[in-house]
């Protein structure tokens, strides 16, 4: 029954073996029975090193500790004789800039075969950090380092203040070799200390049934199908994304006629869901596919707004990107989509500059940062100038963008005067376009990103102050395991819509592993957006290839997309004129068609419900 702690200078190591800790904690959180079957990729007594890398490697404060329960269950002080439990402790002195900048990995020695399932498990809890639920997140990923790093898994703990067994389920899509398969924890978003112990990969057959592997279920508050918010939600939706239709059927003579067959049917939404739209599918090379149709009709059909997405960082000083580019703004307004651009301008990264200016920033900023930021200025100044000269007649919309996950925060390095002249910029070059300034990485870790919120928003009002030329602000909603409370996120788009300006959701994907999760909260997203008074547009991340179809089928996903907007946000009816003539009805704002039967003929006209009320008299002859 040993256990014994170990310390190399840079190298935390953690000898983990069955004693009196692992077996309470086999009391209080057994193991599947299918999980002993698993082969260990671990030794049964796991020596698990670990050390901090990353640029802010020096926030994390990894210990290992040895502790012992009082009568009370409250923690003793550290045991310098390695009795009582023994846990890895990783504390985040502060939020870090970057995400991914501290990160803590560990080498697992066995290897994988392609096919084979794998189960990893760990135990966790919160080490403390006070925070409104009473838990913090640790992004947990796994990564074949050869031939080329690529991530196999990535999966987000959420622990709470008492020990929880997590288990994440993957298919090895690749056989790793012996040393060559890593472990990443990565914390982020906030200061914070989380607490590890028994971790462990099993490997499975690949015959293993799915369904039998033990699996940590995704979910978040306010799922229950009664929950309260959703209610408020949906009553609110009712008030603003509805309009009342009133049509008076009249003859010749403007006799008001009764009993008159009317049948209104939706055929467009009003309000413009969009999605990206890769260029590839529409005018370049996989247009000739035999898929391309469909990708046209379920375009066509769901969306109303289309995000060329094809340029991104250099990507437009390249003469044939931008060539293709237009062509696909084109192709989307042809189609009847409102074109909303595509270019996501980032002030802060250095993707988006010319190649030398990330080198020639770094040099100069050891001797003057002063001259250094001159320098940055200049480049960000003449990048900007040379995208709008390519671009500027074919992109609906130019976002600059706030990324706190970039190298370069502008909103942490420039004044508010700077960022308004980049605005000013854009509107003297572009003067047709949307300008938005977009607040990306808000929803960072399912909404917890706080750290960056304040000063976002302190910079947001002095652009107001200082009348800076801002038509929207966009935020980006991706989300993985961290699932917020769709309560909590109608919240926070309530701090930015006091801002006094239009909201944006883009960027929208739920990336969850599990395909009734992605769905599910797909369709809590798009509901909370939905009724928002302040939102008036929500594009996804993209529809095709996998996202909410694939192979020209509708996933989970996409069941749910269509779900929401072709039928609980959808509107058809029909019935008979009253004594007075009027046929009256709700119904979602958007494109109509009207047909009224007289007869053996039928007449039908095209309508328009707006928000408020939609009425005027129709003669049948």
Not at 324 to 344: P, Y
Not at 386 to 402: I, M, Q, T
Not at 496 to 516: M, R, S, T, Y
Request: net charge positive.
């Amino acid at each position: 029954m040993n256990r014994s702690i170990r310390r190399i200078p840079g190298i935390l190591t953690l000898v983990l073996s069955v004693g009196g800790f692992a077996q309470n904690l086999q009391r209080e959180l057994p193991l599947p029975d299918i999980v002993k079957k698993g082969i260990p990729v671990f030794p049964e007594n796991p020596v698990l090193t670990l050390k901090p890398s990353g640029e802010e490697a020096a926030l994390l404060a990894v210990a290992v500790h040895a502790v012992k329960e009082g009568k009370e269950g409250k923690e003793a002080k550290e045991n310098k004789e390695g009795k009582g439990r023994s846990f890895l402790r990783v504390s985040l002195a502060q939020a870090p800039k970057k995400a991914g900048a501290a990160v803590l990995a560990q080498v697992a020695p066995g290897p994988l075969a392609l096919g084979e399932k794998i189960l990893v498990m760990v135990v966790a809890r919160n080490g403390g950090t006070a925070t409104e639920t009473g838990e913090v997140d640790l992004d947990l990923q796994v990564l074949a380092t050869a031939p080329k790093a690529l991530s196999l898994s990535r999966s987000t703990i959420t622990a709470g203040r008492a020990w929880k067994r997590f288990f994440f389920f993957f298919e090895a899509p690749l056989a790793v070799r012996e040393g060559a398969l890593q472990l990443r924890f990565i914390p982020g978003g906030r200061a914070m200390a989380v607490d590890l112990y028994e971790l462990q990969v099993y490997r499975f057959p690949p015959e293993t049934q799915v369904d039998s592997l033990p699996v940590t279920r995704l979910t978040w508050a306010g799922r229950d199908e009664n929950a309260t918010w959703r209610k408020e939600a949906l009553a609110r939706i009712e008030g603003l994304r509805r309009g009342a239709l009133e049509v008076q059927v009249v003859n010749a003579r403007g006799k008001a006629l009764s009993g008159v067959p009317v049948k209104l049917e939706m055929k467009r939404h009003g309000f413009p869901f969009g999605t990206a739209v890769d260029g590839e599918w529409t005018v370049g090379a996989k247009a000739s596919d035999p898929l391309a149709e469909k990708h046209e009709e379920v375009l066509t059909t769901w969306f109303r707004r289309g995000v060329e997405c094809g340029l991104t960082g250099r990507s437009y000083r390249q003469a044939d990107a931008v060539t293709q580019a237009k062509r696909a703004a084109d192709w989307i307004q042809r189609k009847g989509l409102s074109n909303a651009g595509g270019l996501v301008y980032t002030a802060g990264r250095w993707d988006g500059l010319e190649p030398s200016a990330e080198t020639r920033y770094r040099e100069v900023a050891r001797t003057n940062r002063a001259k250094a930021m001159e320098v940055l200025k200049k480049n960000i100044r003449e990048s900007m100038k040379d995208g709008l000269g390519r671009l500027k007649d074919s992109l609906g919309e130019w976002h600059l963008v706030s990324d706190p996950n970039s190298d370069l925060v502008y909103t942490d390095l420039f004044p508010p005067e700077e960022i308004c002249d980049w605005f000013k910029l854009v509107q003297t070059a572009a003067p047709r376009a949307t300008r938005v300034l977009s607040a990306a990485g808000m929803f960072t870790g399912g909404g917890l990103a706080t750290n960056r919120l304040e000063p976002w928003l302190r910079m947001a009002m002095v652009l107001n102050g200082l009348d800076a030329p801002v038509d929207a602000i966009a935020l980006p909603a991706r989300f993985g395991s961290a699932l917020p409370p769709p309560e909590k996120l109608y919240d926070l788009l309530g701090r930015f819509a006091a801002l006094g300006k239009p909201l944006e959701l883009i960027d929208l994907a739920v990336e969850a592993k599990d395909e009734v999760v992605q769905a599910e909260y797909l369709k809590e997203i798009l509901i909370v957006g939905f009724s928002h008074a302040s939102v008036r547009s929500i594009d996804l991340a993209g529809f095709w290839e996998g996202s909410l179809w694939k192979a020209g089928a509708p996933r989970q996903a996409g069941n749910a997309y269509t779900q929401l907007l072709g039928h609980d946000f959808w509107t058809t009816a029909e019935g008979l004129t009253d004594e007075q003539g009027f046929f009256r009805v709700r119904g979602y704002v958007g494109d109509y068609t009207l047909a009224m039967k007289r007869g053996d003929l039928t007449e039908t006209m095209k309508i328009a419900i707006i928000p408020g009320s939609t009425s005027f008299t129709e003669t049948v002859r």
